[in-house]
C-alpha cells in the first residue's frame, strides 16, 4: 500500500504542473482554482457632487414607471412577455441546464450497459475437421451487464461540471441582459414615437397658422397691387413647414414598427393601442429622484458583466480538464455474462460468467499537445478576464453618458421652454401689429418661422432628456427583476373596440396646448 502511494505521489509531482500542496488544497483536483478577476471601477461618478441627483442605492427594478405613463407600462409588459429574442435566450438557458446535467453525470460509471443476443449458428460439412463435428447446428443465448468507469482522479470531470454549472449561470445573466436591453429598446421606441407625434402636432399647428398668413397677404397684394415678394416668402415657409410632416411621419412609423417587433407581433398600426394618449411626450422625474448608487454596484446589478464574469469562471474549469490530460487515467471495467445453449438454462448458476478488473491509459507521448492545449486554454481565460473589464468599463461610461445626457438634456428642455413661451408671445404681438399695420411682412414671416424652428426643438429636447434617463436605467442595469417577481399590472383603462383608425381630434392652439402639456416653467 505504501508503494502504490508513493507511486502515485511521484506520478502527481513529476508529470504535472500541479503540485501536491495545490492539489490538496484545490480539493483533489488539478488546474487552478477559479477567482473573481479584479475589475476597474471609478470611486465615484463624475457628476456625484451635483446635487440635482440622488448616491442612494436603488435597483430601479421597475424604472418604466417612473414616467407615469400607463400606455408603456402595458407596452413593457407585452414585450416581456411576447418577444421572440427573450424566447431565444430563454431557451440557451435549458440548453446549459441539460448540458450540466450531462457533466453531472460523467461522475458516475461513463458506461452501462445491458448486453444480449440469440444466435443460431449451422457448420458447414465441407471443412476442414468437419468430420470432428459432433452436431453441426448450436444454440446460444447471452445476457448480461456491462460497465466502465473512469475515475475523478484528477477532477477532470468535476471541472467539467464546474464549468458547465458556471456556463449555466451566465445563460440566466445572458437572459436579464436581453431583458434589459429590450425594455430599454421599447421605452426609447416609444419615446421616439411620442416625439414624432409631438413634432407633427407642432408642424400642423404651425401649417394652419401660415396658411392665414397667407391668406391676409393675398388678400392684402389684390387690393394694393403690392409685389409678391412677401407672399412667395410666406409660400415658401408653408411648404417648408409642410414637408417637414411625412418625413416625422416615417420616424414615427418606423418607430411604430419597432415597437411591434419587440413585442413579437407583425407591424401593425398601433394608433389603436396608443391613441389615448396620442402625442403625449412622457415626463421624466426631477433629477433628484433619480437614485444611481455608486461605480462599484454595477458589478452586482449589471446582467452583461456578471455574464462576462462567469463566463471567466467557465474558461477556468477547463483549465484543470486540460491539465488532467497529463495523467494517467484510471478505470474499472466489468462484464458479467450469463451464456447457454438452451433459454431454460441461461440463469442457472452455472451459466455465469464474469470479469472485473482496474486498468489506467496514460498519454505518455503526446505530452506536446496536451502542454499546448493547456497553453490554449490559459490564453482563453486571460482573453476573458480582459473582456470582463472591459465591459467593466463599458458599463461605466453608458452610465456616465445616460446621466450628462439626462442633466444636460434637462437644462436644456427648460431653457427651450422658456424661449418657445417667448416667441409664442412675441409672434402673437407681431401678428396683431401686422394686423394694425405697425409691422411689415417680412418681419411676421421672420417671427413664424423662428416659431417653427422653437416648438420643433422644444419636442427634441423633451424627448432628449427622457432618452438620456432611459440610457441611464439602461445603464445601470435595472429591470431584469420582473424575471422574477414577474411585470406589474399597467394601470390601463381598457380601450373602446374600433373597427377603423381613429381621426385625429382638432389640435388646440399652440400656446395653450403646450402649456398645458408641459406645466409651468421649472
Same mark, same amino acid.
Request: glycine share 4%; net charge positive.
Given at each position: 500500500m505504501l508503494a502504490h502511494t508513493f507511486a502515485f505521489l511521484l506520478c502527481l509531482s513529476l508529470c504535472g504542473c500541479t503540485s501536491i500542496s495545490e492539489y490538496v488544497h484545490n480539493g483533489f483536483k488539478v488546474g487552478p482554482n477559479y477567482k473573481e478577476p479584479p475589475a476597474p471601477v471609478a470611486q465615484k461618478w463624475i457628476d456625484a457632487d451635483d446635487k440635482r441627483f440622488s448616491s442612494a442605492l436603488d435597483d430601479h427594478e421597475q424604472w418604466w414607471q417612473n414616467f407615469n405613463d400607463p400606455t408603456l407600462d402595458k407596452l413593457i409588459c407585452d414585450a416581456y412577455e411576447q418577444n421572440l429574442t427573450l424566447k431565444e435566450a430563454g431557451m440557451r438557458i435549458l440548453q446549459a441546464r441539460a448540458t450540466l446535467g450531462i457533466s453531472i453525470g460523467?461522475?458516475?460509471? @461513463?458506461?452501462?450497459?445491458?448486453?444480449?443476443?440469440?444466435?443460431?449458428?449451422?457448420?458447414?460439412?465441407?471443412?476442414?475437421?468437419?468430420?470432428?463435428?459432433?452436431?453441426?447446428?448450436?444454440?446460444?443465448?447471452?445476457?448480461?451487464?456491462?460497465?466502465?468507469?473512469?475515475?475523478?482522479?484528477?477532477?477532470?470531470?468535476?471541472?467539467?461540471?464546474?464549468?458547465?454549472?458556471?456556463?449555466?449561470?451566465?445563460?440566466?445573466?445572458?437572459?436579464?441582459?436581453?431583458?434589459?436591453?429590450?425594455?430599454?429598446?421599447?421605452?426609447?421606441?416609444?419615446?421616439?414615437?411620442?416625439?414624432?407625434?409631438?413634432?407633427?402636432?407642432?408642424?400642423?399647428?404651425?401649417?394652419?397658422?401660415?396658411?392665414?398668413?397667407?391668406?391676409?397677404?393675398?388678400?392684402?397684394?389684390?387690393?394694393?397691387?403690392?409685389?409678391?415678394?412677401?407672399?412667395? @416668402?410666406?409660400?415658401?415657409?408653408?411648404?417648408?413647414?409642410?414637408?417637414?410632416?411625412?418625413?416625422?411621419?416615417?420616424?414615427?412609423?418606423?418607430?411604430?414598427?419597432?415597437?411591434?417587433?419587440?413585442?413579437?407581433?407583425?407591424?401593425?398600426?398601433?394608433?389603436?393601442?396608443?391613441?389615448?394618449?396620442?402625442?403625449?411626450?412622457?415626463? +421624466?422625474?426631477?433629477?433628484?429622484?433619480?437614485?444611481?448608487?455608486?461605480?462599484?454596484?454595477?458589478?452586482?446589478?449589471?446582467?452583461?458583466?456578471?455574464?462576462?464574469?462567469?463566463?471567466?469562471?467557465?474558461?477556468?474549469?477547463?483549465?484543470?480538464?486540460?491539465?488532467?490530460?497529463?495523467?494517467?487515467?484510471?478505470?474499472?471495467?466489468?462484464?458479467?455474462?450469463?451464456?447457454?445453449?438452451?433459454?431454460?438454462?441461461?440463469?442457472?448458476?452455472?451459466?455465469?460468467?464474469?470479469?472485473?478488473?482496474?486498468?489506467?491509459?496514460?498519454?505518455?507521448?503526446?505530452?506536446?499537445?496536451?502542454?499546448?492545449?493547456?497553453?490554449?486554454?490559459?490564453?482563453?481565460?486571460?482573453?476573458?478576464?480582459? +473582456?470582463?473589464?472591459?465591459?467593466v468599463l463599458n458599463a461605466e461610461q453608458d452610465v456616465e453618458t445616460g446621466l450628462v445626457t439626462f442633466l444636460k438634456g434637462e437644462e436644456r428642455r427648460k431653457k427651450q421652454f422658456d424661449s418657445v413661451s417667448a416667441v409664442e408671445g412675441a409672434a402673437q404681438l407681431v401678428g396683431k401689429q401686422f394686423d394694425a399695420g405697425a409691422v411689415n411682412e417680412a418681419t411676421l414671416i421672420l417671427f413664424l418661422q423662428n416659431l417653427v424652428v422653437q416648438q420643433d426643438t422644444l419636442a427634441i429636447a423633451e424627448g432628449e432628456t427622457v432618452l438620456g434617463l432611459i440610457q441611464t436605467y439602461r445603464a445601470l442595469g435595472g429591470g431584469w427583476q420582473i424575471r422574477e417577481n414577474g411585470c406589474p399590472a399597467p394601470q390601463l383603462e381598457a380601450p373602446a373596440p374600433v373597427v377603423a383608425p381613429p381621426v385625429l381630434p382638432k389640435l388646440p392652439p399652440p400656446a395653450a396646448e403646450k402649456r398645458a402639456m408641459l406645466g409651468p416653467p421649472i
Open positions: 460523467e461522475l458516475f460509471p @461513463q458506461t452501462q450497459q445491458a448486453l444480449g443476443d440469440y444466435t443460431r449458428t449451422v457448420f458447414s460439412k465441407n471443412t476442414t475437421n468437419a468430420q470432428f463435428l459432433a452436431n453441426r447446428y448450436s444454440t446460444q443465448f447471452d445476457f448480461g451487464f456491462g460497465i466502465s468507469w473512469e475515475l475523478d482522479f484528477w477532477g477532470r470531470f468535476r471541472r467539467a461540471v464546474e464549468s458547465a454549472d458556471a456556463n449555466l449561470q451566465a445563460s440566466v445573466y445572458d437572459y436579464d441582459d436581453v431583458l434589459v436591453t429590450l425594455l430599454g429598446d421599447v421605452a426609447t421606441a416609444y419615446v421616439n414615437l411620442r416625439v414624432a407625434e409631438k413634432r407633427i402636432k407642432y408642424a400642423r399647428k404651425n401649417v394652419e397658422l401660415q396658411e392665414k398668413t397667407v391668406k391676409i397677404l393675398r388678400a392684402r397684394q389684390k387690393v394694393k397691387a403690392d409685389t409678391n415678394v412677401p407672399l412667395a @416668402q410666406a409660400l415658401g415657409l408653408l411648404y417648408q413647414t409642410e414637408a417637414t410632416i411625412p418625413e416625422l411621419e416615417i420616424t414615427a412609423r418606423v418607430s411604430a414598427n419597432q415597437l411591434c417587433i419587440l413585442m413579437g407581433i407583425p407591424p401593425e398600426d398601433l394608433r389603436y393601442r396608443l391613441d389615448k394618449g396620442w402625442a403625449n411626450i412622457p415626463k +421624466a422625474p426631477a433629477p433628484e429622484k433619480v437614485a444611481v448608487g455608486v461605480p462599484a454596484d454595477l458589478l452586482r446589478r449589471r446582467p452583461d458583466v456578471r455574464r462576462a464574469e462567469r463566463q471567466a469562471a467557465v474558461q477556468s474549469a477547463l483549465i484543470g480538464v486540460a491539465v488532467s490530460d497529463l495523467y494517467p487515467h484510471f478505470y474499472i471495467n466489468g462484464d458479467i455474462l450469463r451464456s447457454a445453449s438452451h433459454f431454460n438454462t441461461l440463469f442457472d448458476p452455472q451459466s455465469y460468467s464474469g470479469v472485473i478488473g482496474p486498468s489506467f491509459q496514460w498519454d505518455i507521448l503526446n505530452y506536446g499537445r496536451h502542454l499546448n492545449n493547456i497553453k490554449f486554454q490559459d490564453a482563453r481565460f486571460r482573453e476573458l478576464v480582459f +473582456a470582463y473589464q472591459q465591459t
